[in-house]
């Protein structure tokens, strides 16, 4: 059976004027928000153990960033993959599988005795990533039955963040806690996620409707070959980049051959009936400053999360600039951005009903960026501090509901999971790219430090600081910017004519 390359018109007569019950946001969304929590306990419960897992491995505390390497590598590689196969096989048939993986993951991170073992077994848990995109892509296919995919689309989505959020919260609190009840037993400590997640595998298996969504697509092996080849040599070389430095003709070697091999992908995608990933939605204009927003957004709430962590520990008095804090006081910081996200996406739905859904996401980008241009000339104090964090937080969150939400709506309707996945994607690459990049600009001054013994040349510079929040700034308001491209009311229940 041959398909048309060509996207389908979306059709006519979604449109609704009826007001959206909560009762029937709350029918769709069910299990779903447990496996959202799920997702956050994943996300926040190991944080407050990495020092104790370092230690129980026998690894130098630097050695920890292999663990998050990995992780987006491999969930910038599964998200895509399911996603789109989402699209074929079915949503939820996708969502439990990654399920299953993620499990099996988290059962071997508390049975893993070496680096090596536990890198692996940390890697895949990375398939959850790709929950919240297979989420939006059921809750859209249902919703279209209802009559109001837009609306109710939202309001979940809000919803399933505020539980992800929650559930960050929660595993954070719990993660630092358990492990002094269980007299430092770390593999004692780590089964809790795991059982979180065999339970989420019932959840989804048991609770989750199929949404009966199915484009007839075949399967794009050749295409995956080439975004795994593509993406592997772009995160070696953002490895590489970290360990070696810029001048290494290695990093660059990795990063040139990444793109070539990307350029091959794009060319087959382009000849394929059923591609993997179908660049003629996303170069359409509704869609295309969407998945750049994604990306760009990854700077900010993939990469910037660190140097805002040693920042907050950074001794004034030594170096100048800091708030000289104790790991517990940075998670006063922490709190209030989570809470601040859990905020922002909870009013998403309310601001895009007033201001529709284009304006709301250039609002939630200025805010972003307002939020870290704000410590270009407010840094000095914790309450500079936490104001400059709330308010990147309340458009973070918004963006982090908004974004998979948008694209569905701006997807033909047999590429909504390929569509919500993405933003998952471009979001991890963008992460990745940010954290090597801010890697660099925070190198202080190491050479000499171990002989001399003085603090301060641990510290990064103040510059490399103010290098960081411009950069997540500025990319903010480009995006902000970019936005502005996307048609009026394309994002909405009934496509403008533009």
């Not at 089964?191 to 989804?204: G, H, K, S």
């Not at 910037?304 to 790991?327: C, E, H, K």
Request: hydrophobic letters at 55%.
């Amino acid at each position: 059976m041959n398909h048309s390359p060509t996207p389908p018109v979306r059709p006519a007569g979604l449109v609704t004027h009826a007001p959206v019950r909560w009762g029937a946001v709350a029918s769709i969304v069910g299990f779903l928000a447990l496996v959202e929590i799920t997702s956050g306990i994943l996300q926040g419960y190991y944080t407050p153990l990495m020092t104790d897992i370092a230690r129980h491995l026998g690894i130098h505390d630097a050695d920890v960033n292999w663990f998050e390497a990995a992780q987006l590598m491999v969930s910038a590689l599964a998200v895509p993959l399911l996603a789109s196969l989402g699209d074929i096989f079915g949503h939820k048939r996708m969502l439990l599988i990654s399920a299953i993986v993620t499990a099996a993951a988290s059962w071997a991170v508390v049975f893993a005795g070496s680096f090596t073992t536990f890198l692996i077994a940390w890697a895949f848990q990375g398939f959850y990533a790709v929950w919240l995109p297979l989420e939006i892509a059921i809750i859209f296919s249902r919703s279209r039955k209802l009559g109001a995919p837009g609306p109710i689309t939202r309001r979940a989505a809000g919803l399933l963040v505020g539980a992800l959020e929650l559930g960050v919260i929660g595993g954070a609190l719990a993660g630092g806690a358990l492990i002094g009840v269980f007299g430092g037993n770390l593999a004692l400590t780590m089964v809790v996620p795991a059982v979180a997640t065999t339970l989420c595998i019932f959840a989804v298996g048991f609770g989750v409707p199929d949404d009966g969504a199915r484009s007839g697509a075949k399967i794009d092996g050749g295409g995956f070959g080439y975004l795994a080849v593509g993406l592997l040599l772009l995160t070696s070389g953002l490895s590489f980049l970290r360990i070696n430095g810029p001048s290494s003709p290695l990093v660059w070697g990795c990063l040139v051959l990444g793109l070539a091999v990307l350029y091959v992908f794009y060319r087959h995608e382009n000849k394929q009936d059923d591609p993997l990933i179908d660049f003629k939605v996303l170069f359409a204009r509704s869609m295309w400053p969407l998945q750049l927003t994604a990306g760009l957004f990854g700077v900010s709430v993939l990469g910037a999360q660190i140097p805002m962590s040693t920042f907050a520990r950074t001794d004034p008095a030594v170096n100048g600039y800091g708030l000289g804090m104790s790991a517990s006081g940075v998670s006063i910081i922490i709190g209030a951005y989570v809470l601040s996200l859990l905020i922002g996406a909870l009013l998403f739905p309310v601001a895009a009903r007033l201001l529709g859904t284009r304006m709301t996401l250039v609002a939630a980008n200025t805010l972003v960026g307002i939020g870290y241009l704000m410590f270009l000339p407010l840094h000095g104090s914790l309450t500079q501090v936490l104001t400059n964090m709330i308010v990147a937080g309340l458009g973070s969150g918004a963006l982090v509901a908004a974004l998979p939400a948008a694209a569905a709506a701006a997807a033909p309707f047999n590429r909504t999971g390929m569509a919500t996945g993405l933003t998952n994607a471009v979001k991890t690459i963008g992460g990745s790219f940010a954290s090597a990049i801010f890697g660099l600009a925070l190198i202080g001054q190491v050479a000499g430090a171990a002989s001399e013994g003085a603090a301060e040349n641990f510290a990064a510079p103040l510059a490399g600081y103010m290098i960081v929040w411009a950069i997540c700034g500025v990319t903010a308001i480009v995006c902000a910017l970019a936005l502005l491209a996307v048609p009026r009311g394309a994002l909405e229940d009934a496509p403008a004519n533009v």
